[in-house]
């Protein structure tokens, strides 16, 4: 088993079944999509945009054997296996890593709110003692505005230093580049072999500029292909105007509630109004708001002709 491969990820979203539980056939599928024609270089699957934490247990933990069972490469995946229970982190982080994936996306425990570094340090920690492998690899994830459990850079060096390559890297999902920096300069970044994933791709070369990682984005289910053209686009003009389409379609998907549009565009491409399903308490798109997001959308294509 090897470390994630750096690049821009695809921060997948998850097709339900009609009763709710997670179609994990169907998800794997769309995986092998977004890494070959979605133009991404792999998958973080139940993370926020997958609604990961509204899955049941039964499902998270069966999805990586599906991976698995479809030959599904393991440096191109990042499960979340994150869980305000302690003992359910490493429940999902053990079945992750049995089927031969041990790159994972955790989350910290975040019902409790206002939490001492000393608490999330004990929570990490239990994490790798209890899976007890040297090949774990463990991505942090912080996103403080929805879980309002924040990870300080004096954390995330703790931690790196304490377990050294098991903590390979950090999620980035405040939208605040000057965090990433912030812990790019705490770490050291890629050049110390952690790898920092801004969130939007809008940040694609800035990131890579003072040491990221690449992305770890929801948009990029839609539109990871206009980011990998940006990414190997040689420095100048071309560059330029590669970034200025990505980020107007990063602007674009954010007009809309992230998740249910990329669900409501992927049911489009596909021909599958299945996806547009929904884990309670969100809800899909209204049809002011499919109006306008087709709208949106043939006005991009029209733009590319």
Known sequence: MSKAK?????????????????????LVTYCQHLVTDG???????TGTTGEGTSHAMQDRLALPAAFQQAGFAADRVIFGTGAPAAGDCVALTRAAVEAGYNNVLVLPPY?????????????????VEQIGRDDLRVYLYHFPQMSQTPLSPTLVTRLRREFGAIIAGLKD??????????????????????????????????????GTAGIISGSTNAFGAR??????????PERDAAMD?????????????????????????????????????????SAAQKTALRADLDALAQADV
């Open 6 to 26: 750096r690049g821009i990820y695809a921060a997948a979203i998850s097709p339900l079944n009609a009763d709710g539980s997670l179609n994990a056939a169907k």
């Open 173 to 210: 999902s405040s939208g605040d580049f000057e965090q990433s920096r912030a812990i790019v300069e705490a770490t050291g970044g890629i050049a110390e072999d952690f790898d920092v994933y801004p969130s939007s791709e809008s940040m694609l070369w800035d990131g890579l500029a003072i």
């Open 111 to 127: 019902y409790y709110k206002n939490v001492s570094d000393e608490g999330l340090f004990a929570y990490y920690a239990n994490l």
């Open 245 to 285: 389409e990505v980020r107007s379609t990063r602007d674009l998907a954010s007009k809309y509630p992230m998740m249910a549009a990329m669900k409501q565009i992927e049911a489009w491409r596909s021909g599958d109004d299945d996806w547009t399903r929904m884990a309670p308490p969100l809800v899909g798109l």
């Open 39 to 45: 133009g991404c270089d792999g998958v973080a699957p």
């Open 227 to 236: 980011a990998r053209a940006a990414l190997h686009t040689a420095e100048g």
